[in-house]
């Protein structure tokens, strides 16, 4: 039961590292594959409860983005979830657009292992350029 006079304390289990970070892999609640893995802040965490949609902590810009901002391409959460170590977030989610990736493909797992190489095995499903522009 939470306590009425900290309604955010949920997010004090949460084990954030050094920086105040957690991953959070994206899962697609539907198929069960992983999407992609990014990392959230307390905010983004609280964020996406309140909003039913991904939002992350960006290390490289240094602020908040909510996956889909840019490409149309949001994760609308089906189901949030803390693992037992209470160090990762899973976001069970829906994928609109079904691109998770930002090189235009399904899911950020693309590439595999192959006699010593990393080899794409997914295909693109839209040039990344059509998707952000030139950015």
């Known amino acids: 039961m939470q306590d009425s006079a900290s309604p955010d304390n949920w997010l004090d289990i949460v084990r954030w590292n050094s920086d105040g970070l957690v991953p959070a892999i994206a899962q697609d609640a539907e198929t069960g594959e992983i999407l992609m893995m990014a990392w959230m802040n307390r905010e983004?965490?609280?964020?996406?409860?309140?909003?039913?949609?991904?939002v992350y902590w960006s290390r490289s810009r240094g602020k908040l983005w909510r996956k889909g901002e840019?490409?149309?391409?949001?994760?609308?959460?089906?189901?949030?979830?803390?693992?037992?170590?209470?160090?990762?977030?899973?976001?069970?989610?829906?994928?609109?657009?079904?691109?998770?990736?930002?090189?235009?493909?399904?899911?950020?797992?693309?590439?595999?292992?192959?006699?010593?190489?990393?080899?794409?095995?997914?295909?693109?499903?839209?040039?990344?350029?059509?998707?952000?522009?030139?950015?």
């Open 44 to 54: 983004s965490l609280k964020l996406t409860a309140e909003e039913g949609q991904a």
């Open 70 to 135: 840019t490409s149309g391409h949001q994760q609308v959460v089906r189901d949030l979830r803390l693992d037992c170590d209470e160090d990762v977030i899973l976001l069970k989610v829906e994928q609109k657009g079904g691109i998770a990736c930002h090189t235009g493909r399904r899911s950020c797992f693309y590439r595999a292992l192959e006699d010593g190489q990393w080899v794409p095995v997914e295909p693109v499903l839209k040039n990344p350029d059509s998707i952000y522009g030139n950015q």
